[in-house]
């Protein structure tokens, strides 16, 4: 049977005129109504809405385990098989002449800043200082909670949550769109990428849910992430002198952020990331992610003089090893509650770290995905999986070994006499520089953290509108229009806003598990798809069947 080209022309209906005016009205439209729903109803419903996505959310977790851990161990092995299979890492996202739009400094920059820095503000101290006190190992009896020799199983899962799987779920994504929509002149928008599966069919219902399931996952994660920096950028604000008016205690005694700090923090980070929106990926995004990551590089030269720094190189090249050692088992692993005390506790921490994790990272995938083929045309498949795939993991390795390390070394030795652990998860970034710090020198580090933790903040929220847009415009990379930019940065906004105000992070991670469920399948399909093509590509390339468009945006003639 004689092959055929591929599907080169995926026609998406958008809007000629009014509001909606080059928009997919069926997703945008549809997305707005659930995410809205989303927001009135927990505003108006706060318990009842805690209620519901807590059951469902218990529901998913103990039903879904086994797929997020084989999801994520999928996507690892299919980037490092593709990068390696000689006739896939060779192609160019992209015609064969197209060269890389930006620089190897700003395309790493951005794809940091996007993907991962927030989080690495609030859990290179946070995560490593948790896993010392309690992981899988302390539950099975094999280490000793906050102690010397259970530092290196902490490390090892840091880096499981950090490391390979979390930049292999936006790899993929980015991989498979970065492929359909340069090589075959494709929409950049979610539903592309599963044309070798569905074809045509994608240019109605089928594609306009995958699009919407996009969205939503989109507005949940990265409502996750925004959710973990307001708190850090509120504990910042405190330490560096803004006043007990940013937190309220409880009839409990329980001090949280308040109603009036939230909003403040919120008007200023969504404020300053619309205007940066509406400048678009070549101004206002590229630029601050230069910022960020000047500043990132700033504060790890700092913990390198300053910190821990031959416990921390310890604990990076010695957590590397297990980490890498660790894979095969860690990957698969599944733990099941079994009835027993010690199955029980291990099927909790799992629940509650790496299954939450995996379901960040998927929740997450479709924005930095998206993201990361807008900012990646021209370079080959190879070069794209090792850039998006290993030097982020490195790098987050780096964070948690200094940042992490010293503030478990601080703890080791007494100098800290538990300030650090003591503090909240947001907290204790700051409460280190305070051990570490005279007073005034503290402050001002403080002040850093701050203003780097506004510029990731804006990133990822400017990032993320702009990305939502896209979906909603059926691919459309030029400029959007004003109205839109400034709904999503407003939604984004009251997401996070709205579920802090009424049940704390909690709320946000719960919504965000829920929404990450339908978008795992999309990814999975993704791989899938993307598998098949490149098979079906290098078959065409040796029977001299043309599978790209041509120089000059065309298809080719059959």
């Known amino acids: ?64 385990n086994y797929w997020y851990v084989y999801a994520m161990a999928f996507f690892v092995i299919l980037c490092l098989g593709l990068a390696l299979w000689p006739a ?39 995560e490593p200082m948790y896993h010392w006190a309690s992981n899988p190992s302390t539950i099975m009896g094999e280490t000793t909670g906050s102690s010397a020799d259970n ?27 970065g492929y ?49 920096g307001v708190e850090q950028f509120i504990s910042g604000l405190y330490r560096i002198g803004f006043g007990e008016w940013l937190y309220s205690t409880d009839a409990e005694g329980v001090r949280s952020s308040s109603t009036l700090g939230i909003v403040v923090a919120l008007v200023v980070i969504m404020g300053a990331s619309t205007l940066s929106a509406l400048s678009g990926v070549g101004k206002g995004i590229k630029w601050l992610s230069n910022i960020n990551m000047g500043l990132s590089f700033f504060i790890l030269a700092f913990f390198i003089i300053f910190g821990s720094t031959f416990f921390g190189l310890t604990a990076l090249f010695v957590g590397i090893w297990d980490y890498l050692v660790s894979i095969p088992g860690n990957i698969f692993t599944v733990w099941a509650a079994d009835g027993t005390e010690q199955g029980d506790a291990l099927a909790g921490w799992q629940g509650g770290w790496t299954i939450f994790y ?17 900012i990646s045309r021209g370079r080959t498949v190879r070069e ?11 790098m987050c390795f780096v964070w948690f070994a200094l ?13 800290a006499n538990g300030a650090i652990t003591g503090a909240g998860q947001a907290d204790q970034l700051f409460a280190m520089l305070a051990v570490i710090l005279q007073p005034t020198l503290a402050w001002i580090m403080s002040v850093i953290v701050v203003i780097l933790l506004l510029t990731y903040l804006v990133t990822s929220a400017d ?19 004003r109205p839109h930019i400034l709904f999503w940065g407003a939604a984004l906004a009251l997401v996070v806003g709205g579920l802090i105000i009424a049940g704390g992070l909690g709320a946000i991670q719960t919504a965000m598990v829920i929404g990450a469920l339908p978008f795992s399948v999309v990814m999975v399909l993704m791989g899938i798809a993307l598998i098949k093509g490149i098979w079906r590509d290098s078959h065409r390339e040796k029977v001299g069947v043309s599978s790209t468009i041509n120089e000059d945006g065309t298809v080719p003639a059959e």
Do not use: C
């Not at 015609?95 to 859990?123: H, R, Y």
């Not at 995938?365 to 990361?372: I, K, M, R, T």
């Not at 990032?463 to 229009?481: C, F, M, R, W, Y």
């Open 1 to 64: 049977m004689a092959i055929k080209p591929p599907l080169m022309d995926l026609p998406i209906k958008t809007a000629n005129s009014g509001f909606y005016r080059g928009f997919t009205k069926d997703v945008t439209i549809t997305a707005k109504i659930l995410v809205g729903a989303l927001i009135i109803w927990a505003v108006a419903f706060p318990d009842q809405a805690a209620s519901v996505l807590g059951g469902i959310n218990g529901f998913i977790l103990a039903t879904f």
């Open 88 to 126: 896939a890492g060779r192609l160019k996202l992209g015609m064969p002449d197209d060269e890389p739009e930006f620089s190897n400094f700003s395309w790493f920059s951005m794809m940091f800043g996007a993907g991962i820095g927030i989080g690495m503000l609030t859990f290179a101290t946070a």
């Open 151 to 177: 530092v290196r199983s902490a490390y090892v899962w840091s880096f499981t949550h950090w490391g390979l799987a979390a930049w292999a779920s936006y790899a993929v994504v980015g991989l498979a769109l």
């Open 180 to 228: 359909f929509s340069y090589r075959r002149g494709l929409p950049l928008t979610i539903r592309s990428a599963l044309t070798p599966i569905f074809g045509a069919k994608l240019s109605g219902p089928i594609g306009h849910t995958v699009d919407v399931v996009a969205v939503v996952a989109t507005v949940l994660g990265v409502s996750q992430t925004l959710g973990f």
């Open 358 to 374: 995996w379901a960040w990272w998927i929740a997450f995938a479709p924005f930095v995905g998206v993201f990361l083929a807008r």
């Open 384 to 394: 794209y999986v090792l850039g998006a795939l290993i030097i982020p993991a490195v």
């Open 403 to 415: 940042v992490g390390g010293t503030a478990i070394d601080l703890e080791l030795n007494g100098d």
């Open 463 to 481: 990032s993320a509108v702009l990305i939502i847009n896209t979906i909603n415009a059926a691919g459309d990379e030029g400029p959007k229009a």
